[in-house]
């Protein structure tokens, strides 16, 4: 059965997007900030937010072709439609990034190149250090090597499932062969890009600190955003009639999945903190300083919602299996890690200007950007059926029973 969408899904988004688009520029207008600095700071939450979504989708997507796992073949639509929103969080991200080359803002201070110049009163040595990496000709070779791979990949993989639509005998069995070597691969690029993009766009906002755990951590945020998106869509097109045969063991195994991760982002975001703290080197506390000093309320609800909220409540077998338990946990916990994106991006790229913490500015592009990734998904969905056809292992996925 191939998805349409709704009258009331399409005024869903629509309301989203208008309300979110009169409240982001009434912020834009009051943004008395230097630079903007506030808009731009809010645009790369954002737009890394619901890219990080497309992305974690993707490798998912990926790690289940390569592991040839069976369970998941009927809800694989959904997370190709998830992906389809690479290419424009893609181009969000190039147009913040672009803007701070051109230092239409200064969120990446260090792109300034008087930093570098020894003879410069704003020399500064730590920063010249890092130049052999924190340069803006490499920075830009990687920055497009990560985004080019993503929707080649994202593009590829989608383009291959609709084939295999077409496709029996040899001709499939050879299609699913070349799709477990590609996702292999792609797993391996995917596991350097998915921390050095962390590095480049995120921790580079705080140029003088480091930590070695960043990349994981904020993979661990994409992966579960992802998770907690594909289970809401796929309740969502339960409850309208579409994926009858997707039952409450495809539901609880996805949940397993938001369970497990959710406690992989609280792992390392503790680790991260605890050793941090017990060393208590200055130049490594700085970070955790800012945040805990300024906005210590966003930080600790922050972490209390991503981990005690799934901890507690996703605990046991009926709660995975509960659509209106899983929509309700899954909600909250995807405006925490939303929040967790803002607690990484805003002490460090608006400074002074996120004093007074989060405001309409922020809610109004938060809104925008889901109205528009609704729309976009949706869009995705219903342009192929969402059950695929010919692929090998739709009957045991069929018949899943755990």
Do not use: C
Not at 228 to 233: A, D, E, K, P, Q
Not at 280 to 294: G, S
Not at 304 to 326: E, G, H, T
Request: net charge neutral; charged share 10%; aromatic share 16%.
């Amino acid at each position: 059965m191939n998805f349409t969408i709704s009258k009331r899904a399409r005024t869903l988004s629509m309301a989203l997007i208008g309300i979110g688009a009169v409240a982001t520029l009434y912020g834009v207008l009051t943004d008395h900030s230097e630079h903007h600095q506030r808009t731009w700071s809010a645009l790369l939450v954002n737009g890394f937010f619901y890219l990080g979504i497309g992305l974690g989708a993707l490798f998912f997507y990926a790690l289940q072709n390569a592991t040839e796992t069976a369970w998941s073949v009927l809800v694989k639509r959904v997370y190709e439609g998830i992906m389809s929103w690479i290419p424009i969080g893609a181009v969000v991200m190039i147009i913040v990034l672009a803007a701070g080359s051109m230092h239409i803002h200064h969120i990446y201070h260090w792109m300034d190149s008087s930093l570098y110049d020894p003879a410069d009163p704003n020399y500064d040595p730590i920063m010249a250090g890092k130049r052999a990496f924190l340069n803006q000709p490499f920075f830009w070779i990687r920055t497009l090597a990560y985004l080019a791979t993503f929707v080649f990949a994202a593009s590829w993989f989608r383009k291959q499932s609709l084939r295999m639509d077409q496709e029996t005998g040899d001709s499939l069995v050879r299609r699913m062969l070349m799709n477990y070597r590609r996702s292999a691969l792609f797993l391996v690029f995917f596991a350097v890009f998915s921390s050095t993009l962390a590095w480049d766009w995120l921790m580079s906002i705080d140029a003088h600190w480091f930590s070695t755990l960043y990349g994981w951590y904020v993979f661990s945020g994409m992966w579960v955003s992802a998770m907690i998106t594909g289970v809401i869509m796929v309740l969502y097109l339960k409850r309208k009639g579409y994926l009858p045969q997707v039952n409450n063991s495809h539901i609880q195994d996805m949940g397993k999945w938001v369970f497990a991760i959710s406690f992989l982002w609280s792992y390392l975001y503790f680790s991260q903190f605890m050793l941090i703290w017990y060393s208590n080197i200055p130049e490594e506390v700085t970070y955790f300083q800012d945040r805990i000093n300024e906005h210590p309320v966003l930080m600790w609800v922050t972490f209390f919602i991503n981990f005690a909220v799934p901890m507690v409540l996703l605990m046991s077998r009926d709660a995975k299996r509960n659509p209106r338990f899983l929509i309700g946990v899954g909600t909250v916990v995807f405006i925490g890690h939303w929040l967790d994106v803002n607690m990484m991006v805003m002490p460090g790229a608006a400074g002074h200007d996120f004093h007074h913490g989060l405001g309409l500015l922020d809610v109004g592009m938060f809104a925008l950007f889901l109205g528009l990734f609704i729309t976009v998904v949706f869009n995705a969905l219903a342009k192929a059926p969402l059950t695929p056809v010919n692929h090998p292992y739709l009957e045991e996925s069929v018949h899943h029973q755990i």
